[in-house]
């Protein structure tokens, strides 16, 4: 057993590499992410809707695949279909139909909706890969020369156990009694 180390990484064991994870996830709660969304897109319909007929059909689609796209890079990919739900309804209702009833319109409506789906499946996925990646990159960063001697743990060896470490040791806790602290 080796002495644990502070920081991000920490070798407990010979064959269990403790990791500490981030506090909290920076995407929005799945519960906030409707609330989020019918807001953003009712504000980017309004504006649309204010400039009339100055603005295009293809420059509202654009601007409104811009919002789903901000709102859904901030969510998880399961949740990301909401914010595109908002913004093809916002979009059909009010800023193409100008009345606030929403009408079928065959191959123009299907192709918002796979602009505005498309556009959140792909920011909230490329959100989720990337947070995923700097997590492995954490641990491909381990330093081999942490692994005590003689423990079989080599740098080609077996992969070690990763579990979630506590973000500050309770013997190094700033408010712990002077008698708690070990040597």
């Known amino acids: 057993m080796c002495a644990a180390r502070s920081g991000p990484l920490a070798m407990h064991d010979a064959n269990e590499l403790v990791i500490a994870t981030p506090a909290s996830d920076p995407r929005l709660p799945s519960e906030f992410v409707g609330a989020v969304a019918f807001a953003t897109t009712l504000f980017v319909s309004s504006i649309l809707v204010a400039a009339g007929s100055h603005v295009s059909s293809d420059v509202a689609l654009v601007a409104m695949a811009g919002t789903v796209g901000l709102v859904a890079w901030w969510s998880r990919p399961p949740a990301a279909a909401i914010p595109a739900a908002c913004g093809s309804l916002m979009l059909n209702g009010f800023v193409v139909n100008r009345a606030g009833s929403l009408h079928w319109h065959g191959g123009a409506d299907v192709a918002r909706l796979a602009v505005l789906f498309g556009v959140a499946a792909g920011a909230s996925l490329?959100?989720?890969?990337l947070i995923r990646l700097t997590r492995a990159v954490a641990i491909d960063e381990f330093p081999t020369e942490s692994y005590p001697s003689g423990s079989g743990a080599a740098a080609s060896g077996p992969i070690p156990a990763v579990r979630s470490a506590p973000s500050i040791?309770?013997?190094?806790?700033?408010?712990?009694?002077?008698g708690d602290r070990h040597a």
Do not use: G, I, V, Y
């Open 169 to 178: 040791p309770e013997s190094d806790h700033p408010f712990a009694r002077r």
């Open 126 to 129: 490329t959100r989720a890969a």
